[in-house]
């Protein structure tokens, strides 16, 4: 059974810095190795999106508003993706969800971040 368990949410003042980590069990590490790690937030009431995504070859992709500000990586040999979250802003408050994709996709439960002004 795939579980993906995220940590690392919490309250901070804007300007803050936040560290996310997403460990990914139940995933063969040859699988893992290959897969799309990435995170997505979600505010209230607005849809998910996409934050940051790294392929297996370890080419990142980020949503505009925070390039320069995120930084996405993976740790192979721990199975775990980290969303390191720079200069915050209150507009970052979001539940923060971990996603795998290979052949099939999983999601974690999500961590929140609160940024306050």
């Known amino acids: 059974q795939v579980q993906l368990v995220e940590s690392g949410g919490g309250l901070v003042e804007a300007g803050g810095s936040l560290r996310l980590s997403c460990v990914v069990s139940?995933?063969?590490?040859?699988?893992?190795?290959?897969?799309?790690l990435g995170w997505f937030r979600q505010a209230p009431g607005k849809e998910r999106e996409l934050v940051a995504t790294?392929?297996?070859?370890?080419?990142?992709n980020y949503e505009d508003s925070v390039k320069g500000r995120f930084t996405i990586s993976r740790d192979n040999s721990k199975k775990t993706v980290y969303l390191q979250m720079n200069n915050l802003k209150p507009e970052d408050t979001a539940v923060y969800y971990c996603?795998?994709?290979?052949?099939?996709?999983?999601w974690g439960l999500g961590t929140q971040v609160t940024v306050s002004s």
């Open positions: 996603n795998i994709r290979s052949r099939n996709q999983y």
């Open positions: 790294i392929a297996s070859s370890s080419n990142t």
């Open positions: 139940g995933f063969a590490s040859i699988d893992f190795n290959k897969a799309v």
